[in-house]
């Protein structure tokens, strides 16, 4: 089975920016890409445990893995295509060290 072939979800990565209006700041999100590949998943508080014993850490929570080379950072929206919104909680990390993909805890906001 090819990496490629468990990005299952389809999302739109859209990034924060802010602007002010007579020293009022608001928040609007720009659209950086559409349809990227991903594969967003919950950890269970028993498969965070188990990752330690091998190694690594993992949250209990939503985690999302993407290719090496996505424009992602920590603030940004993700939605896919379930309509469900989540904002990137940790900078896009490549945990293999092979550059061969990046993982991000999401935060679910609706």
Known sequence: MSFESLL????TISRPTVAYTDGVSSKAYT????KTKCNIQWTSAKSALNSLRKGFELKEGWNAFFKYAVNL??????EDEKGRTFIVKTDP???TGRKHHVEVVLAQVN
């Open 31 to 34: 659209v950086l890409s559409t």
């Open 8 to 11: 299952v979800n389809r999302v």
């Open 93 to 95: 990390e490549d945990v």
């Open 73 to 78: 950072k920590v603030d940004d929206k993700v």
